[in-house]
């Protein structure tokens, strides 16, 4: 993949999949704005991506605020005169069940993904605007927002938010030539180790440097954070271009397309519904087969 001439910002590129993200955008020859709250992430990442003969520049800021948003793509800018691809991916998890979940939890969460996903794409969509050579937003989001997910109120709403925010801004960018995808990661990071089912098989592979096991790549969709990198090159890269308002799903050896939510059963009413008519029509008609929901637990093989 070919990507010379091309200046993404990735956010939260300091280490786990937005490192992967940066320095494989840097090695197909982007030249890249490695963002990230951690100063030494950010450094080492810069340094590694230049000794490896590519572009990097360092911007560290917390995103969520438009400042921050700003900052980042005048970094692009100043760097390296341009913004083709924004990647929003930096994160943070605070989970806890709903009835423990303080307003705080809540609060943090939605700030780094969702409004940072806002305050970034929009500083991004000005500028790529104004250059009116089109460009890419790739957001991030997560399967916990396609399915909800036990402890995650915060983190689901945010990343499901996304996905809608993808969609809604495909529609309103398309004439620009500006694409927008949510992507639909899993990979081994310190975020997914701590999933009790995965702990042990993540840990035994660092261990001993074996591959994760099949079932893992293939059920699960879980693998390494490069597994995930190739869908950010694709995406970023001009073989993309007409590839937008999607929700794609990448981790180990799968690729897969989210469905968009739609109505799965409709019936009818002359005059409209009362709850005793739903009641009636209910469980033989439009609630026959209800939807399934939360993220399948993870099936671990017989030993
Ligand atoms: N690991 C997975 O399987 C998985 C699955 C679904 C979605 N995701 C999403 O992918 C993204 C990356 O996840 P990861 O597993 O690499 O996590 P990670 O915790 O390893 O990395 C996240 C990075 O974001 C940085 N960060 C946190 N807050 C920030 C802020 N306000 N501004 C800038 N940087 C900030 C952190 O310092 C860290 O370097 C997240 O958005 C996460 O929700 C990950």
């Not at 083709?84 to 303080?102: E, F, H, P, Q």
């Not at 989001?141 to 402890?151: E, I, L, T």
């Not at 180990?252 to 109505?263: C, N």
Request: contains cysteine; proline residues 4%.
């Amino acid at each position: 993949m070919d990507l010379q001439g091309k200046v993404a910002v990735v956010t939260g590129s300091g280490r786990g999949l937005g490192l992967a993200y940066a320095q494989t955008l840097a090695a197909a020859g982007a030249a890249v704005v490695v963002n990230d709250v951690d100063r030494a992430a950010v450094d080492s990442a810069v340094e590694a991506i230049r000794a490896r003969g590519g572009r990097a520049a360092g911007a560290v800021a917390a995103v969520g605020d438009s400042e921050a948003a700003q900052r980042l793509v005048d970094t692009a800018v100043e760097e390296f005169g341009r913004l083709d691809v924004l990647v929003t991916n930096a994160g943070i998890l605070r989970d806890r069940v709903l009835w423990k979940m303080t307003d705080d939890d809540f609060d943090a969460v939605v700030r780094v993904h969702l409004r940072g996903t806002f305050t970034c794409a929009r500083a991004a969509a000005v500028r790529m605007r104004e250059q009116g050579t089109g460009g890419r937003l790739i957001l991030i989001s997560s399967p916990a927002g396609q399915r909800g997910n036990f402890g995650q109120t915060n983190y689901a709403a945010a990343k499901a938010g996304i996905v809608a925010m993808a969609r809604t801004w495909a529609l309103e960018l398309g004439r620009a030539g500006i694409s927008v995808n949510a992507v639909v990661p899993v990979a081994a990071t310190e975020m997914t180790k701590t999933i009790p089912a995965f702990e042990p098989v993540i840990e035994e592979s660092e261990r001993t440097g074996a591959p994760l096991p099949d079932w893992l790549r293939k059920d699960e969709g879980l693998g390494t954070v490069e597994d995930v990198a190739g869908l950010i090159a694709f995406l970023a890269s001009d073989d993309s271009k007409d590839v937008t308002g999607q929700a794609i799903g990448i981790g180990g050896d799968r690729l897969a397309l989210w469905a968009h939510p739609k109505e799965k059963a409709v019936a009818f009413a002359d005059g409209g519904w009362s709850a005793d008519t739903i009641a009636a029509e209910w469980s033989a008609g439009v609630g026959a087969e209800p939807e399934t929901y939360g993220i399948p637990a993870p099936t671990t093989p017989e030993a």
